[in-house]
């Protein structure tokens, strides 16, 4: 699991287009049967469907109701220079 909201946003993003990349991947090879066909489109459902889960977790995220992801944000741009958090 993600330690911060930044790790966690970067993450479903990183998700997403794997997803996405899995799509093009089934788009790419025409099935030739009807059965193969519909077993492909089922896939990509799927594929689709996984998405948009992630996408919705990725708003909610971005939506910031508690003010987390705003903290990390000033954290990393604090005034003693951007990489101190990570150096610390």
Do not use: C, P, W
């Amino acid at each position: 699991m993600a330690s911060t909201n930044l790790e966690r946003l970067r993450s479903l993003h990183e998700d997403i287009e794997l997803l996405e990349r899995a799509v093009v991947e089934e788009l790419e090879h025409k099935r030739k049967s009807h059965k193969s066909s519909l077993v492909q489109e089922h896939r990509i459902a799927a594929y689709v469907e996984t998405s948009r889960d992630l996408a919705r977790k990725a708003l909610a995220v971005y939506a910031d109701d508690d003010g987390s992801r705003r903290e990390e944000l000033d954290a990393l741009a604090d005034k003693q220079g951007v990489f101190k958090e990570f150096y610390d």
